[in-house]
């Protein structure tokens, strides 16, 4: 690394920016604001978005967002991604609607690279900060969407839709999936930046609000993210001869837990919107309508190789795919599927393969979460369409870090009992 870590973590470099008098460089708290805020996404553009484009600017000019730090692969891909996504604007029927979409595709490329290369600077402190930041979102989020669905707070309108809690989100299915790596990480025992309260708190609430959210797609992202850290954990080598998941704590959660949901689901209105979610087999009348747009989307490929043109799902099929990779195949062609699956799967195993290699347990821990969460939203992604999902490339991002910037400082702040 190109500073050392003790460097990174007590007095930092004037070239990394503005110092505040408790020695974090301003940099690093606009970018845990940036993710204290994400989970405010009633408008578009959001107010992240805003924080994120200043930071991308500030953070190359400063030189602590080391684009040097992004491996070949990846950045191949998401070029082609892009490339993709500009190459079929020609063919959009609505052009204004495509640039647009097409914009929002690069930008979020480029917090990814905000991600990858700025945590290769600062290193463990500011991967801190960044779930400190995400911790506060998803507590918002869930609390308030929650205190409006029982009835504790009021905005019924603004935080709940269809009678399903969303919060400060547009959907609950975007708010429900957002709290899933916070729920994994907290109950595994490995939210990066918290203490042990913190992280029961968060395991708590993130769960109940991931249940509450009544998404389908949702619980099955979180159930599958769960497992794939416990399957991983016990199957993946330790380079640190340590194990992330203790036995007897998951057992007594999920003892908590199903007293937690049997309790809950005694709430008329609970009970009442779940004979909905799970009548007639699981499925909705409009899963027909959705299947129907897949099928629409899959002809509409090979009928344009090229693609349709960003954003023009909705227009063209008169609904949207509610699938990633549909959308992604109808509207940016096959080489855009190509890329897009392509990064997916690249960073599903580059956080198998750092995990292998991470020198503490704490850093494979991290890296087995992003793993098992990318894992979840691959499946989710099938279903409901996350191109656009924020916290996506957040964690799309976390494979990509070096396993020896998470090496020398604990992850974790405080012990957790796991290890």
């Known amino acids: 690394m190109a500073i050392s870590f003790e460097a990174a973590s007590s007095t930092y470099p004037i070239t990394s920016g503005p110092v505040t008098r408790a020695g974090t460089p301003a940099f690093v708290w606009m970018l845990a604001l940036a993710m204290g805020i994400s989970s405010i996404v009633l408008v578009e553009p959001a107010p992240v978005d805003a924080v994120m484009l200043v930071l991308l600017a500030l953070g190359t000019a400063m030189g602590v967002v080391r684009l040097q730090a992004v491996a070949v692969l990846p950045g191949m891909l998401l070029a082609g991604l ?69 009835h504790i707070i009021g905005f019924q309108s603004m935080l709940l839709l269809y009678g399903r809690p969303k919060g400060p989100f547009k959907d609950p299915n975007v708010y429900g999936p957002f709290l899933v790596p916070l729920g994994v990480m907290a109950i595994m025992g490995c939210l990066p930046g918290v ?32 497992a794939v850290f416990v399957i ?25 837990a199903v007293l937690a949901i049997a309790g809950i689901v005694q709430v008329p209105s609970v009970k009442a919107m779940l004979a909905v979610r799970l009548g007639q087999g699981g499925l909705q009348g ?13 002809q509409a490929a090979i009928d344009n ?26 509207e940016n062609g096959i080489f855009g599927l190509f890329c897009f699956v392509g990064f997916l799967l690249a960073s599903t195993l580059q956080a198998v393969r750092n995990a292998c290699i991470a020198p503490s347990h704490q850093a494979r821990a991290l890296y087995l979460a992003a793993c098992a969460c990318i894992c979840g939203h691959l499946v989710n992604s099938a279903v409901v369409d996350t191109v656009h999902w924020r916290h996506l490339w957040f964690l799309l991002a976390l494979p990509w870090i070096s396993p020896w910037a998470l090496s020398l400082q604990p992850i974790v702040d405080s012990p957790s009992g796991n290890h």
Not at 233 to 240: A, E, I, R
Request: charged share 10%; aromatic share 12%.
């Open 195 to 226: 203490g042990r309260a913190m992280r029961i708190a968060v395991a708590v609430v993130a769960s109940l609000g991931v249940a509450l959210s009544y998404s389908r797609a949702c619980w099955i992202n979180y159930a599958i993210s769960l």
């Open 232 to 256: 991983l954990d016990l199957v993946l080598p330790s380079k640190s001869g340590k194990r992330s998941v203790a036995i007897k704590p998951l057992i007594a959660f999920a003892g908590v």
């Open 305 to 330: 190789p090229l693609g349709i043109g960003p954003g023009q799902a909705e227009g063209v099929f008169n609904y949207a795919t509610h699938s990633s990779y549909m959308r992604v195949l109808s």
């Open 82 to 150: 892009a490339l993709a996504n500009i190459v079929s604007i020609p063919n959009a029927p609505d052009t204004t609607r495509a640039v647009f979409y097409c914009f929002v595709t690069l930008y979020l490329i480029t917090s990814w690279l905000v991600f990858v290369g700025s945590v290769d600077f600062y290193e463990v402190p500011l991967v801190k900060m960044l779930f400190r930041g995400y911790s506060v979102a998803g507590l918002i989020a869930a609390g308030l969407a929650l205190a409006s669905y029982f």
């Open 286 to 298: 409009y899963d027909q309508i959705r299947f129907q747009t897949q099928r629409m989307a899959l």
